[in-house]
């Protein structure tokens, strides 16, 4: 199966060192197909993801988890409303230009990722756990994700009621 979705390919296989260069390279041409040489017979989708300047840029390999939105203090200052996030296992995102990140040390157990020229509030990462958290409205056309919860209610702004349905989860 060889198949475009929005921005995102499939690949027949995980790409290897090197590979995903060319590839950012050549999915920068609208509309063109690229594909890799199955050999190990495995299917991965990529979504890609950047700041607004465009220093820091990412790549997130297979599907995402649903996203939940946090109503948390920190979060509602750091992005302006509430802020939507995916986990990611670490071993599936590539980052691109981390020397544009400034990690803000938050708690003990926790760094916020933002661009050090645009400002955008791309990651929260729990450091001492083998995953991250990705800002959704990072990424780059349509990733197939839906958001599945809200957490955090308890802190969330008094001036946006929420109604969607989803679970609401007080922490
Ligand atoms: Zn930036
Ligand atoms: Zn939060």
Known sequence: MD???GDNRWFS???EEGEEAQWLKESSQPNRKFKFQARQGRKCK???GSCNCGAVSFTVEGDLAPPDACHCSQCRKQSGHYWA???VPDDRITIHG???I???QASEKV??????TCGCFLFWDPIHHPRIAVAMGAFDGATGA???SHIYVADKGGYYEIADGLPQNEQ
């Open 3 to 5: 198949i475009e979705n």
């Open 13 to 15: 296989r995980r790409p």
């Open 46 to 48: 990529m979504h890609k």
């Open 85 to 87: 996030s995916t986990d």
């Open 98 to 100: 981390e020397d544009n």
């Open 102 to 104: 400034t990690w803000y």
């Open 111 to 116: 760094r916020r990722g933002f661009c050090k």
């Open 146 to 148: 839906k958001l599945g």
